[in-house]
């Protein structure tokens, strides 16, 4: 059973940045970062495929930036210029489907971001 495990979420106040890291337990074909904010639904934030394509959802082009370490199986999404409508829960995902996807296989628990205005 793959494992992911998210961490650097937090508070920052708008304009501000954040960092977060997603290990995983094993090597996964495409990763990325989808989030949730209250009464919504979940939406992709970015993806990127074990060869380095990225793919990524509108409202953050300029922003956010994905990146990858297949050395440690570990993905990472650069925060920058942040806005309160960047405030919800992000998750890491993975899966081994070929790239492009948007279907994911595994998640993980999700880590809170907040952005105050």
């Known amino acids: 059973q793959v494992q992911l495990v998210e961490s650097g979420g937090g508070l920052v106040q708008a304009g501000g940045s954040l960092t977060l890291s997603c290990a995983a337990s094993?090597?996964?074909?495409?990763m990325g970062w989808f989030r949730q904010a209250p009464g919504k639904q979940r939406e992709l934030v970015a993806g990127?495929?074990?060869?380095?394509?990225?793919n990524y959802a509108d409202f953050v082009k300029g922003r956010f930036t994905i990146s990858r370490d297949n050395a440690k199986n570990t993905v990472y999404l650069q925060m920058n210029s942040l806005k309160p409508e960047d405030t919800a829960v992000y998750y890491c995902?993975?899966?081994?489907?070929?790239?492009?996807?948007?279907?994911?296989?595994?998640w993980g628990q999700g880590t809170q971001v907040t952005v105050s205005s």
């Open positions: 094993g090597r996964l074909n495409v």
């Open positions: 995902a993975a899966t081994i489907r070929a790239w492009p996807t948007t279907r994911y296989n595994y």
């Open positions: 990127m495929a074990i060869g380095g394509m990225t």
